[in-house]
């Protein structure tokens, strides 16, 4: 697809901020040897390239299971599995070292491309790896011995800092070392979740052969929190491979803030995923201090405390408790120890639609924290997934928030025709909209 000039500048500026919150945040990139295989991979280079260039500290953890399974084939070797993992004898190990060894050289070369007239031209970018992995035996398991099978024993967090503050790319194989001069095969995803967890790292990425997780029903999970996730998997609602699901659960609840899972076949995906408010693919976060729900009537009370400082200044117009009592169900909260500290409300406008964005409020003791933004995020996926299109807002006061949010200046005429009617032109609201699609 091609941008127009214009639609570029535009799609440019809008990932300023993103820009700005990535740069020196390190990163973790886990992808399979199916991954590599793809022709889209040559793309994933040039995106993390991008990366790299706006100051991203990436850890990228590639994996080789088809390199290895055609090593395997091609030498004639058995293969042997015992509950889905690799048992890794002598000459296995030969194949799995040269698969890795080969896998790991095709990276480097990509990475080091600088062609004229291509994406990576003038990147001169730096890999480095190394025996940053330390690994030891899976030993014996129900009586079968996994040989030369390993888990991560360390991540030499030293090293891969060191590397990653010289501004160099940190590649890792799914090779381990022992002390003992052993060498183990390990599984990328133990590699890539243990490298993550150790480097207290802002976000792992895992590239998977579908566009992120998805629910049984065929619906992508656009934010699924930790627990929720963990409940669908045991109830077997989730169809995303398990090897996925198993990088992003453990991450998350070993304390990395956000795991995301996007598609490799996508062209793209990393950046529209980082750099767009939408994204591309879902986004695992663990279960928040601060519940985010849907209203209920026992929380009129709490929100008429909430929001009457607001309408005292004249920020949100004045809602009495009978009509709050009556579109309760409209409304959005974040729940702190019992204590309503954000809400927003979302009135629908079907046959155009739309829908009225009001009733926006965070507690001043509150503010600064996204907490609004969380709740816009959540509004957004309710209102795609009921077909609205544009999401509108009338405000007074606090235009410059819905300017950072992405909405834009519009006039009345934008609103439904019922809403046009009630318009109080006395009070002067301005005009904002989002589009959605």
């Not at 888990?151 to 194989?173: K, P, Q, W």
């Not at 619906?219 to 990088?247: F, G």
Request: hydrophobic residues 40%; negative net charge; charged residues 20%.
């Amino acid at each position: 697809m091609r941008l127009n000039p214009q639609d570029g500048i535009t799609l440019f500026r809008s990932s300023l901020p993103y820009i700005n919150a990535h740069r020196g945040k390190t990163f973790v990139l886990m992808f399979g040897g199916e991954a590599i295989e793809q022709a889209n991979f040559a793309n994933i280079i040039h995106d993390i390239a991008l990366l790299a260039s706006l100051g991203v500290r990436l850890v990228l953890v590639h994996g080789a299971r088809p390199q290895i399974d055609e090593r395997v084939a091609l030498r004639h070797v058995e293969s042997r599995f015992a509950d889905g993992v690799r048992i890794t004898d002598k000459q296995t190990l030969e194949c799995v070292k040269d698969a890795a060894g080969s896998v790991r050289s095709h990276i480097e070369a990509l990475l080091t491309m600088g062609l004229a007239n291509s994406p990576m031209h003038g990147a001169q970018i730096r890999v480095c790896s190394g025996n940053l992995v330390v690994a030891k035996p899976m030993g014996v398991r129900n009586g079968t011995d996994f040989e030369n099978t390993g888990l991560v024993r360390r991540i030499d967090t030293t090293g891969i800092n060191d590397h990653l503050s010289d501004g160099s790319i940190v590649l890792l194989s799914p090779t381990g070392y022992s002390p003992t001069g052993e060498v183990f095969n390990l599984s990328h995803e133990d590699v890539a979740t243990q490298a993550a967890i150790a480097l207290k790292a802002d976000k792992i990425i895992v590239f998977s052969n579908q566009a992120g997780v998805y629910h049984r029903s065929g619906k992508l999970l656009r934010t699924v929190e930790r627990p929720e996730l963990e409940s669908l998997i045991a109830q077997q609602q989730i169809t995303t491979e398990p090897s996925v699901l198993k990088a992003l659960t453990t991450s998350v609840a070993a304390g990395i803030s956000r795991a995301h899972c996007i598609s490799y076949e996508t062209d793209g995906a990393l950046l529209q995923e980082l750099f767009t408010r939408d994204g591309t693919g879902s986004l695992v976060l663990e279960h928040h201090y601060e519940q985010l729900r849907g209203a209920t009537i026992d929380d009129v009370g709490g929100i008429l405390s909430l929001i009457k400082p607001l309408e005292q200044s004249g920020a949100l117009v004045k809602r009495s408790r009978e009509r709050l009592e009556n579109e309760i169900d409209q409304f959005t909260v974040i729940v702190r120890d019992g204590t309503i500290i954000a809400c927003a409300a979302v009135y629908e406008y079907p046959e155009e639609a739309c829908a009225e964005l009001a009733c926006v409020a965070t507690h001043q003791d509150y503010r600064g924290k996204n907490r609004g933004e969380r709740i816009l995020e959540e509004i957004i996926s309710q209102a795609r997934n009921n077909n609205i299109e544009t999401l509108f807002v009338l405000t007074t006061l606090t235009a410059h928030w819905f300017l950072e949010q992405g909405f834009v200046p519009a006039n009345i005429n934008a609103l439904p025709a019922a809403k046009q009617q009630l318009y109080n032109f006395q009070r002067g609201s301005k005009v904002f909209t989002l589009n959605l699609r």
